[in-house]
């Protein structure tokens, strides 16, 4: 029997969780004119002019305006559509467990990995401990959405990796507490610091000795430094490069930087990327190790051997990597994934596209696309 693991979808937060999910005693660290800087009639998608006269749009993805274009399935596909959405027809699935449980029954999902919408917001946080406050709201209430449906729910939890002692006690709580399998950190920089660091020695080492695999999910709010936002103002362009930019520099760094090599059971989801850079990637890592190996910390192997050992790579169904997955090799690395319900993805039935995508390649193959390699990553039984 094949088993189908959503490797990456999401839930989006309820107005209300800061109140009813956060510790009374964190409640003075948000500060309260939060979202009173923010006009809730102005729309949050703006035209600019550049110097050669062609027109560019942003959009205010901290406007709380945005988030339900950006949370719906082609939310923004059509600019009055995505301008007349509001907080109602947000899909009820996006935070109600038991339609989520429903939805998945009709399109034949055993199990979905869920993470964050307004968490990935976290890591921008520069105070450790409004951070850590935030996320143990979330997982809180992640805890009782999760609660009804134990073995086919789980809470991606976000950690505060701003307050490294922080981060590892909330993911020691998650795991031990919770019933948590992964946790989830941003791929960009936190304080200047990339994920190769020496100061998250403690987080790594945790991880693993907890068996906790460690999600890597980036965002395209430009909250954090993203390589090439300095360059490019426009929402389309930031689309395109911030997720599988940030996540190629984040995998060489926990490679090249030697975490990998230093923690060797230690597991690491990378999501939302697309798979179509990872061959090549890769390849470029192995070529410059054998140059240049000297340059880094000491390696025993191969940086494409790193990632075949501990590294999962998250893709959707119509993903040009599921087409070469055989000749190259990735039939470990790969799971299906659907972001479902943001506004990139084919909605709740993407699996049935999986499923031709996959046409004619091996039983066994697509068994480990669907499901098995998702287990693995995210240690489920």
Not at 321 to 331: V, Y
Request: net charge negative.
């Amino acid at each position: 029997m094949t088993i189908t693991i959503d490797s990456d979808a999401h839930v989006v937060e309820p107005v209300a969780l800061w109140q009813e999910y956060a510790d009374p005693a964190d409640h003075e660290l948000i500060p309260k004119d939060a979202l009173g800087k923010v006009n809730p009639d102005q729309w949050p998608e703006q035209v600019f002019t550049d110097a050669g006269g062609r027109d560019w749009v942003q959009i205010n993805t901290s406007n709380p305006k945005s988030i339900v274009g950006l949370c719906t399935p082609g939310g923004l596909t059509e600019a009055e559509r995505a301008r007349s959405l509001t907080w109602d027809d947000m899909r009820p699935a996006s935070y109600d467990p038991h339609v989520r449980i429903k939805e998945m029954d009709a399109v034949g999902v055993d199990v979905t990995m869920l993470y964050p919408t307004l968490g990935l917001f976290f890591g921008s946080l520069s105070d450790p401990q409004l951070a850590a406050a935030a996320c143990r709201g979330y997982n809180n209430w992640m805890a009782d959405f999760c609660q009804p449906y134990p073995d086919r729910l789980y809470n991606v939890a976000p950690v505060p990796l701003q307050g490294v002692d922080e981060a590892v006690k909330e993911m020691r709580r998650v795991v031990t507490e919770l019933g948590v399998k992964a946790v989830m950190i941003r791929p960009n920089p936190y304080k200047d610091r990339r994920l190769s660091d020496p100061a998250y020695g403690p987080f790594w080492a945790e991880a693993q000795e907890l068996d906790c695999t460690v999600g890597l999910h980036s965002s395209v709010t430009g909250d954090m430094p993203t390589v090439g936002f300095e360059r490019y103002p426009d929402f389309f362009r930031r689309m395109v490069i911030a997720h599988p930019f940030e996540q190629q520099m984040a995998c060489m760094d926990l490679i090249c930087g030697g975490v990998l090599e230093q923690y060797p059971r230690l597991r690491i989801a990378i999501v939302e990327t697309g798979g179509g850079w990872l061959p090549y990637w890769l390849a470029r890592l192995d070529d410059f190790h054998g140059i240049l190996g000297r340059m880094l910390p000491p390696l025993s192997l191969k940086p494409s051997e790193y990632f075949q050992r501990q590294c999962f790579l998250a893709c959707e169904s119509d993903d040009v990597a599921f087409k070469m997955i055989e000749a190259l090799g990735m039939e470990d690395v790969l799971m299906w994934a659907s972001d479902y319900p943001h506004f990139d993805c084919e909605g709740p039935d993407s699996a049935k596209e999986l499923r031709e995508s996959l046409e004619g390649l091996p039983e066994s193959v697509q068994r480990k696309v669907f499901g098995e390699n998702a287990a693995r990553c995210y240690g489920l039984e």
